[in-house]
Nanobody, 115 residues
Framework: QVQLVESGGGLVQPGGSLRLSCVASGSGFGAYTMAWYRQVPGKQRDLVATITNTGRTNYVDSVKGRFTISRDNAKKTVYLQMNSLKSEDTALYSC?????????WGQGTQVTVSS
């Protein structure tokens, strides 16, 4: 079982930046596509960005050009650099390996964009 721990969230003004981190425990991290998701209360969890084990990335349209996903396999960590934040980016952000077996959801990290 791979445990995931997210960090880096907080309160930021519109237009600001945050860098989220997700650290994995256990083996096999480097073999999997990793993804960041976000969820607001009362709504489903939405996919935000993915990165393959070879570094190919993909983003939901609403964050293209503002968010950057990256990974460091040696540190078993995936990052989400978020720039030009908007109020609609406010959510609980979590990471996981889409389609993989044995990855547990972490607590997530709250991002609040507000003036």
């Amino acid at each position: 079982q791979v445990q995931l721990v997210e960090s880096g969230g907080g309160l930021v003004q519109p237009g600001g930046s945050l860098r989220l981190s997700c650290v994995a425990s256990g083996s096999g991290f480097g073999a999997y596509t990793m993804a960041w998701y976000r969820q607001v209360p009362g709504k489903q969890r939405d996919l935000v960005a993915t990165i393959t084990n070879t570094g190919r990335t993909n983003y939901v349209d609403s964050v293209k050009g503002r968010f950057t996903i990256s990974r460091d396999n040696a540190k078993k960590t995936v990052y989400l650099q978020m720039n030009s934040l908007k109020s609609e980016d406010t959510a609980l952000y979590s990471c996981n390996a889409p389609g993989a077996v044995g990855f547990s959801w972490g607590q997530g990290t709250q991002v609040t964009v507000s003036s």
